[in-house]
Structures are given as structure tokens and as C-alpha cells.
């Protein structure tokens, strides 16, 4: 079963707007989460690193403001989008380490975000 | 942090047993090898992951050798239902410095 949740699975909003992701680890504590982003056809691309209790660092020519990253438990992240564009449609997927399971990487399901 | 090279696509037929190599030159003593499988819209699951040597589980096998450049993931016997994207990753499973890289993945295309 998933050990990675993402909600919610998909979401259009309007331009403007801004937009939250959650990202949980269901049964192990993550202290680091991952953001990514793919769009069509395309490889994922690392936007972030979530860091519990501090602030996320984020990867080059990712904007901070715009994506904002809160890591407020070691179960969830969360990921918003502020003053959302057609251009950030996207399908946005989250990771975390569970070290019970010798520190393997699991991915979310993903959350696709359109933007009208 | 370690980059992969793959092909970016490969062709099978149903039953067939499909190798897909990967390399990473520059991996770190701390490295481990990690594959995944991607469906279209949905995120990459787990597939196997090593250090050294060979991995098997229930669904692949994971050759690597003893330098470590360079990674091999064997599907056995797929069906049509593994036609999927699959991505060779590298990197230290050990907390904030656990950052995964991908690379451009390996489309693997199932025929009857």
C-alpha cells in the first residue's frame, strides 16, 4: 500500500489564486520531504527539499515566494502556490526517506494542478 | 550528485525477460542504486534498490558490479501491463542530503 499520500489528486483553480498540496508519510516520521514537478512527457524535476521545523531549500531558479513550502509535522508538508498562472499547470509530486525501511525514497500519487 | 545515463527507450515483447542498463560514473561511496517505475500520471513506485552485487525481489532483479558504475534492472517474463517509464537513480539514503536526481528515464514499450 501507499506509504506516501498526496491530497489532492488534482485541482484546477483560477489564475490568481493560489492553491495548497499536501504531501503525508502514512506510518513512518519523515524530518526531510521532497517537491517535484513533471509536465507532459517530461522527466521530474526537483523543486525543493522540506525540511521539518526549518525552511525548505529550494533548487535553482525555483522561486521561494512562489511556491511556498511549510513542513509543520514529521508526517506532512505542504506545498502552495501563490498567484497561480497557466504556466504552473503541472503535476506536482512529493517524496519522502523511511528509514525503517532502509532509508528508501517513496513517491506520492502525484497531484495535477490546472490553472485557468 | 551522481548523474544517470539510460536509453531512452526500449522495445519488448510479452514473456521476454528486458535488462535496462544504467550508468553512473560518478557515483559516491555513500550512493546506493534505486530504480523506479513511472505510469502516466501517477508518482514513480519503488521498484528495488542496491549497493552491490545483486538484489532480487518478487518483481526484478538489480546486477551491479563491482565498480559500481553502472547498474542493470531485469524484469522477467513482462506482460503488457510493465509498459511503463523507468528511472536508475543514484544517491545516499540518509536523510536531508537524500535528494534524488532524475535523469531522463527509460521508456520500456510492451508488445503482444
Known amino acids: 500500500g501507499a506509504v506516501v499520500s498526496q491530497h489532492p489528486s488534482w485541482v484546477i483553480c483560477k489564475s490568481g489564486t493560489s492553491v495548497k498540496i499536501e504531501c503525508r508519510s502514512l506510518?513512518?516520521?519523515?524530518?526531510?520531504m521532497f517537491w517535484y514537478r513533471q509536465f507532459p512527457k517530461q522527466s521530474l524535476m526537483l523543486m525543493a527539499t522540506s525540511n521539518e521545523g526549518s525552511k525548505a531549500t529550494y533548487e535553482q531558479g525555483v522561486e521561494k515566494d512562489k511556491f511556498l513550502i511549510n513542513h509543520a509535522s514529521l508526517t506532512l508538508s505542504t506545498l502552495t502556490v501563490t498567484s497561480a498562472h497557466p504556466e504552473d499547470s503541472s503535476f506536482y509530486i512529493c517524496?519522502?526517506?523511511?528509514?525503517?525501511?532502509?532509508?528508501?525514497?517513496?513517491f506520492g500519487e502525484g497531484s495535477w494542478l490546472t490553472v485557468v | 550528485l551522481a548523474k544517470t545515463t539510460q536509453p531512452i527507450s526500449m522495445d519488448s515483447y510479452e514473456g521476454q525477460e528486458v535488462n535496462i542498463t544504467c550508468s553512473h560514473n560518478n557515483i559516491a561511496t555513500n550512493d546506493y542504486i534505486t530504480w523506479y517505475q513511472q505510469f502516466p500520471s501517477q508518482g514513480p513506485r519503488f521498484i528495488i534498490q542496491?549497493?552491490?552485487t545483486k538484489v532480487t525481489n518478487e518483481v526484478a532483479s538489480l546486477f551491479i558490479p563491482a565498480d559500481r558504475k553502472s547498474s542493470t534492472l531485469s524484469l522477467p517474463r513482462v506482460s503488457l501491463s510493465d509498459t511503463a517509464v523507468y528511472y536508475c537513480?543514484?544517491?545516499?539514503?540518509?536523510?536531508?542530503?537524500?535528494?534524488?536526481?532524475f535523469g531522463t528515464g527509460t521508456l520500456l514499450a510492451v508488445q503482444p
Open positions: 537513480l543514484v544517491g545516499f539514503n540518509g536523510g536531508a542530503t537524500n535528494k534524488l536526481i
Open positions: 506510518d513512518f516520521q519523515a524530518t526531510t
Open positions: 517524496s519522502a526517506g523511511d528509514r525503517g525501511r532502509g532509508n528508501t525514497i517513496y
Open positions: 542496491g549497493y552491490k
